[in-house]
């Protein structure tokens, strides 16, 4: 991606054209995981982006391409058949409305909880109502980003020089990991003074997400001085955004990324997120093997749990970070 040939993705605000002269922008991060140097660059882009873009990710593309199918036949059914998947508890089938505290979007989603402690009844109504092999598709491609998942914390722990490589890993993959999958349509918005974005920004709240989209744009992400750039899509490939727990966890040196999507004016946009999170009762905290000899924590200690529920009675675009500050 040359940089001419990026700036026509560069956007100060989705609707409203500025004159400002965009801010100088690097390139999106590209890391080849075959590539040697990876864990490198993965804590480069971590610190500098919270983002980046992963290739040759190992990840069977028919499955990918099976997933999107499934998802589209879902997201095509009638109304009333995706309804009996929703409301979302916050699990299940939901449509414009985004979280428990009004937020809208130009969207519809299908939200799973992999979490085996949480129960969600509307989860298990997808896959009742649905072929049987809509499961199991969504199944092995949740398997397949968990894996990748482990393979880009376990390359983080190492490109950060913490001596056992499984530290955070071993908190994905601990059996009571509190983890989300989501599909989120994206209809085309036609009338772009609805002014509605597809999903509003935010950071997430988890260790790290694993995104692939059709190609279709939309996805934008904000840099640290403050300005949102278009992240080119790229159906073969996946995207990590660096979430909330990460940034606690490495004591502010990764950045979990603000982002958001907005609707394509003729192309519905599908994505497909991994959210890698912990065990409810995971502490929270900066990790001591990353604290330099005078460094003080930023953060104060926070079960996931206790982070989730204080998250859950902000907006969207809530600075969850702040829950962590030291008053
Ligand atoms: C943002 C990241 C994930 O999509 C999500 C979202 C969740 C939801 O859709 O229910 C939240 C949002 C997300 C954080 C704050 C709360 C909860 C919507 C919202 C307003 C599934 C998640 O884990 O946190």
């Known amino acids: 991606l040359s940089r001419s ?50 290739i040759n990710h190992g990840i069977s593309l028919d499955l990918i391409v099976d997933l999107e199918a499934q998802a589209m036949n879902f997201f095509s059914l009638p109304q009333d058949h995706k309804n009996r998947a929703g409301p979302p508890d916050p699990f299940g089938y939901g449509s414009k409305h985004i979280g428990p505290h009004g937020d809208l979007g130009w969207i519809e989603y299908l939200l799973l909880s992999l979490n085996p402690e949480v129960v969600s009844p509307k989860t298990l109504t997808i896959f009742q109502e649905n072929p ?8 092995e491609y949740i398997s397949a980003t968990k894996n990748l998942s482990c393979e880009v914390l376990e390359l983080m722990a190492e490109g950060l020089g913490i001596e056992e490589k499984n ?14 999958f989501r599909l989120n349509y994206y209809p085309p918005c036609e009338d772009i003074d609805e002014k509605l974005l597809g999903f509003g920004e935010h950071t997430d709240p988890q260790m790290i997400s694993v995104l692939r989209s059709n190609n279709t744009s939309g996805l934008q992400i904000c840099l640290k001085d403050g300005s949102w750039v278009s992240v080119p899509p790229d159906n073969t490939s996946f995207f990590v955004n660096v979430g909330d727990t990460l940034q606690v966890m490495t004591n502010g040196r ?24 912990t065990a409810f009762n995971e502490k ?28 859950f009675k902000h907006r969207l675009s809530h600075n969850r970070i702040s829950l962590f500050l030291k008053s």
């Open 5 to 54: 040939s990026i700036s026509q993705f560069i956007l100060p605000n989705p609707y409203m054209p500025t004159n400002d002269t965009p801010s100088f922008l690097n390139e999106i991060p590209e890391i080849d995981l075959s590539d040697p140097h990876a864990k490198t660059l993965i804590v480069k882009a971590s610190q500098d982006f919270g983002f980046f873009k992963l």
């Open 132 to 139: 049987e092999n809509f499961r199991s598709v969504v199944e």
């Open 167 to 180: 530290t955070f890993s071993k908190l994905l993959r601990d059996e009571r990991s509190d983890c989300v």
């Open 254 to 277: 990764f950045k979990s990324v603000r982002h958001r999507v907005v609707p394509d004016t003729s192309k519905s946009r599908l994505s497909m997120i991994y959210f890698a999170g």
């Open 284 to 311: 929270i905290k900066p990790l001591p093997c990353l604290m330099t000899n005078q460094e003080q924590s930023l953060y104060k200690e926070l079960t996931w749990f206790e982070f989730k529920k204080a998250a």
